[in-house]
C-alpha cells in the first residue's frame, strides 16, 4: 500500500521561501509523476505542479515564477519549494501521486504565513 | 485556462436518496475528467477518471458520465459515509489542471 506523508514548517514568516517534503512508502518514487495540490481553508482545490521520478516539471502558471520542485530518488522523496510567501500562501498542502489525476494523497500539512 | 463549474453548490438530501452533481468545462476536455470526494477534515480520495471509470475500492454505486464539456457524477443510493464535498478536476491538454469549486453533499 502506498502512503505519502508531507513534512516540513508549519510557519513561514512573509517574503522567505516555503518548503515541504513527501515522503513515499510502500512503493518506488520511480516510474511516477508526483504532484503538489494546496488547499485553503474552507476553498477549494489548487493543482501548483508536478514532477516525474526524472526531473522533468510542470507547474502552475500563476506560481511558476516562485517554484521549484525536485526529486530525490535515493530516499524516495520529492519536494516543493515555493519563494516570497504571502499570507495569500497560507493552505493546507497536499502532495500526490500521478501527474494526471491522483491516485494517492497524503494527509496535507498546514503551512501558515504569518510573521 | 479552463475552467471548470460545478453545480449546485450544495445538495441537501436524505440517506437513500440519489445524487446528481453536474460539472461543465468552459472548452472541450473530452473524457479527461477525475471526480474527487473529500471528507470533512481528510485528504481527497479519488473516485473517477476518464470521466465514468471508477477507481480503485470505489463502490458501485457511484457512477460517472459525460464528455466534452458536460459531466455528471451520480451517487445512487446515498450512505452516510458519502456526505461530503465532491470536486472535478480535469486533466485535457496542456498540464494546467484545475479543479471545480465544488459541490457539498449535506444530509436533509
Known amino acids: 500500500q502506498v502512503l505519502l506523508q508531507e513534512s516540513g514548517p508549519g510557519l513561514v514568516r512573509p517574503s522567505e521561501t516555503l518548503s515541504l517534503t513527501c515522503s513515499v512508502s510502500?512503493?518506488?518514487?520511480?516510474?511516477?509523476?508526483w504532484t503538489w495540490i494546496r488547499q485553503p481553508a474552507g476553498k477549494g482545490l489548487e493543482w501548483i505542479g508536478r514532477?516525474?521520478?526524472?526531473?522533468?516539471?510542470n507547474y502552475n502558471p500563476s506560481l511558476e515564477s516562485r517554484l521549484t520542485m525536485s526529486v530525490d530518488t535515493s530516499k524516495n522523496q520529492f519536494s516543493l519549494k515555493l519563494t516570497s510567501v504571502t499570507a495569500a500562501d497560507t493552505a493546507v498542502y497536499y502532495c500526490?501521486?500521478?501527474?494526471?489525476?491522483?491516485?494517492?494523497w497524503g494527509p496535507g500539512a498546514l503551512v501558515t504565513v504569518s510573521s | 485556462e479552463i475552467v471548470l463549474t460545478q453545480s449546485p453548490g450544495t445538495l441537501s438530501l436524505s440517506p437513500g436518496e440519489r445524487a446528481t452533481l453536474s460539472c461543465r468545462a468552459s472548452?472541450?476536455?473530452?473524457?479527461?475528467l477525475a471526480w474527487y470526494q473529500q471528507r470533512a477534515g481528510q485528504a481527497p480520495r479519488l473516485l473517477m477518471y476518464?470521466?465514468?471509470t471508477r477507481a480503485t475500492g470505489i463502490p458501485d454505486r457511484f457512477s460517472g458520465s459525460g464528455s466534452g464539456t458536460d459531466f455528471t457524477l451520480t451517487i445512487s443510493r446515498l450512505e452516510p459515509e458519502d456526505f461530503a464535498v465532491y470536486y472535478c478536476?480535469?486533466?485535457?491538454?496542456?498540464?494546467?489542471?484545475?479543479f471545480g469549486q465544488g459541490t457539498k453533499v449535506e444530509i436533509k
Open positions: 500526490g501521486r500521478g501527474g494526471i489525476y491522483f491516485s494517492h
Open positions: 510502500g512503493g518506488s518514487i520511480s516510474n511516477y509523476y
Open positions: 514532477v516525474s521520478a526524472s526531473g522533468n516539471f
Open positions: 472548452q472541450s476536455v473530452s473524457s479527461y
Open positions: 476518464g470521466a465514468s
Open positions: 478536476q480535469h486533466y485535457g491538454g496542456s498540464p494546467e489542471w484545475t
